[in-house]
């Protein structure tokens, strides 16, 4: 059965295969307009939860035995309790979730890291505002290294 996005009057858009069962939201379609509104709904939520120089933790769940692929957990501490953010961030960058996490396809480097810096990226793909670190002794505004990435 086909996927549909809807989009509730708050604005929150979601997935479904049953749009028939949601009369109250408006259908945006199974194709590119429905992934853009949710990607950028995703988005808008993270940069809620996430500011630039956030620590995002990262865990491990299952490598693939040709060790080419991962599923990675994302989580973030928010007023003093821990969310998974796996839902959010897949479709903030585009990927999708397995049964155990966000699946990362290649081998040969921190895929923890580069999951963390495609978000940045996606969060703020023209920069922040104000520098967040330096780089190469650099006041550094690149939004993939905005977050810091750590493993749990």
């Known amino acids: ?15 479904t295969s049953r ?7 408006e259908n945006l379609g199974g194709g590119s307009k429905g992934f853009a509104a949710r990607q950028e709904y995703c988005r808008n939520e993270l940069r809620k939860i996430l500011k630039p120089k956030s620590t995002v933790y990262t865990v491990l769940r299952s490598v693939s035995k040709s060790g080419m692929s991962r599923e ?30 966000i699946k990362m396809h290649g081998c040969g480097m921190d895929m923890g890291f580069a999951l963390v810096h495609s978000l940045g990226a996606a969060l703020w793909p023209k920069g922040t ?20 990435q750590q493993w749990l």
Do not use: W
């Not at 749009?19 to 939201?25: G, I, R, S, V």
């Not at 006041?139 to 290294?145: F, L, Q, S």
């Open 1 to 15: 059965m086909a996927k549909t996005y809807m989009q509730l009057a708050n604005g929150a858009v979601f997935e």
């Open 19 to 25: 749009p028939e069962y949601h009369k109250d939201c």
């Open 72 to 101: 990675i957990s994302v989580f973030a501490i928010q007023k003093g309790e821990l969310h998974n953010l796996d839902c959010l961030v897949a479709d903030a960058i585009g990927h999708t979730v397995g049964q155990r996490g």
């Open 129 to 148: 505002a104000k520098p967040h670190g330096t780089r190469n002794c650099e006041p550094d505004r690149e939004g993939g290294y905005a977050l810091k």
